[in-house]
């Protein structure tokens, strides 16, 4: 299931017109067999995107563990249709996407052993279109 807001304020918002920022966080780790997917560039991620990570991630730990996404795609970005001529007011919302600012965490995966989970969450990072690296505890 594609993620995204239910309800927002406005039906349609402005398109983001900078890329997300650096992001300067530490990861406080308390847990054994914790993994983490973080970003090591910014970009952006849509819902499609996001949730072919979760699905690919899911299959290969078989179910297993708890993933969590850190990530939720909240800016609505619109979009005409390619025939339509000019005016006519703005295109419809056609998907949503997640501004990712380098150094943050994308997905978590606890309670299971290595050797299936950093598999797990490089296949999953494969499908993401932005450079990735796998934290491991």
Same mark, same amino acid.
């Given at each position: 299931m594609l993620t995204q807001p239910k309800k927002?304020? $406005?039906?349609? $918002?402005?398109?983001?017109?900078?890329?997300? !920022?650096?992001?300067?966080?530490?990861?406080?780790? *308390?847990?054994?067999?914790?993994?983490?997917?973080? +970003? &090591?560039?910014? #970009?952006?991620?849509? #819902?499609?995107?996001?949730?072919?990570?979760?699905?690919?991630?899911?299959?290969?730990?078989?179910?297993? @563990?708890? /993933?969590?996404?850190?990530?939720?795609?909240?800016? +609505?970005?619109?979009?005409?249709? %390619?025939?339509?001529? &000019? @005016?006519? @007011?703005?295109?419809?919302?056609?998907?949503?996407?997640? %501004?990712?600012?380098? !150094?943050?965490?994308?997905?978590?995966? $606890?309670?299971? *052993?290595? *050797?299936?989970?950093?598999?797990?969450?490089? %296949? @999953? +990072?494969?499908?993401?279109?932005?450079? /990735?690296?796998? $934290?491991q505890l």
């Amino acid at each position: 299931m594609l993620t995204q807001p239910k309800k927002t304020k $406005y039906r349609k $918002y402005f398109k983001p017109r900078r890329g997300p !920022g650096n992001l300067n966080q530490t990861h406080k780790l *308390e847990e054994l067999n914790f993994f983490a997917l973080i +970003a &090591m560039e910014s #970009g952006f991620l849509n #819902g499609r995107q996001i949730e072919a990570a979760r699905q690919n991630i899911r299959r290969k730990v078989k179910r297993e @563990g708890k /993933l969590e996404i850190k990530v939720f795609p909240d800016i +609505a970005i619109s979009r005409k249709a %390619s025939a339509a001529r &000019m @005016g006519k @007011g703005k295109g419809k919302v056609d998907h949503w996407v997640s %501004s990712i600012p380098a !150094g943050k965490t994308i997905f978590t995966l $606890y309670g299971i *052993e290595a *050797e299936q989970g950093v598999p797990a969450l490089q %296949s @999953g +990072a494969n499908k993401l279109p932005i450079k /990735l690296k796998i $934290y491991q505890l």
